[in-house]
């Protein structure tokens, strides 16, 4: 079974702090993807990638930043974290040529 | 733009009961999923739906795609305790998945 784990599965931080969100896939995947998730909203894709070094804008990727430097590592960054910000935080995995998504467990990130 | 919207948002029904998830898009796709969330859990892959009359089953839950008409279906066949959850369908479209805002389904005992 693919595995697909995030660094924390809850989070507190100040406002105004650097967060950094880690996800890690084992099943060699290419692409990966960040998303929020908020209630009434579903899934919100922030960024995603489908190399190492490389990423693409999703549609809510203000306020954050991606690192990619290994294929099986994607993290997100929070530069400046805002209470806006608090939310549930999904990575996902799936290889190219649209595979099915594989979803970590995810991160709740309250921001005070 | 793709939107994808589901109806209804949230749902209680009583066990035994026939139930159905909507889930319509706004521009043409050939690939459609449904994914189950459990509360506090992270998303799980039900479906993948590739073709327009396309119909996948397991248990008591069937998906079924029109592409035409832009609408996939989740019935709920007999419904048990163990099937609530929140069910997310989600589009393909440009290199990404777009998400429906999910349907919460209570069912009672």
Redesign the interface.
């Given at each position: 079974d693919v595995k697909v784990t995030q660094s924390s599965r809850y989070l507190v931080k100040r406002t105004g702090e650097k967060v950094f969100l880690e996800c890690v896939q084992d099943m060699d995947h290419e692409n990966m993807f960040w998303y929020r998730q908020d209630p009434g909203l579903g899934l919100r894709l922030i960024y995603f990638s489908y190399d190492v070094k490389m990423k693409e804008k999703g549609d809510i990727p203000e306020g954050y930043s991606v690192s990619r430097e290994k294929k099986e590592r994607f993290s997100l960054i929070l530069e400046s974290a805002s209470t806006n910000q608090t939310s549930m935080y999904l990575c996902a995995s799936s290889f190219p040529e649209k595979g099915t998504q594989n979803f970590g467990p995810g991160t709740r990130l309250t921001v005070t | 733009e793709l939107k994808?919207e589901q109806n209804p948002?949230f749902l209680s029904m009583q066990e035994g009961k026939n139930y159905t998830i909507y889930c319509n898009y706004s521009t043409t796709s050939d690939?459609l999923?449904w994914?189950r969330q459990d509360p506090g859990?992270?998303?799980?892959?039900l479906f993948?739906l590739l073709s327009n009359g396309a119909v996948k089953q397991e248990g008591r839950l069937m998906a079924s795609l029109d592409t035409k008409a832009r609408l996939s279906t989740l019935h709920i066949t007999a419904a048990v305790h163990d099937l609530s959850a929140t069910y997310?369908c989600?589009v393909?479209g440009a290199?990404?998945?777009?998400?429906?805002?999910?349907t919460r389904l209570t069912i009672n005992p």
């Open positions: - | 994808v948002l690939r999923y994914y859990k992270s998303l799980e892959s993948v997310f989600a393909e290199q990404k998945l777009v998400f429906g805002q999910g």
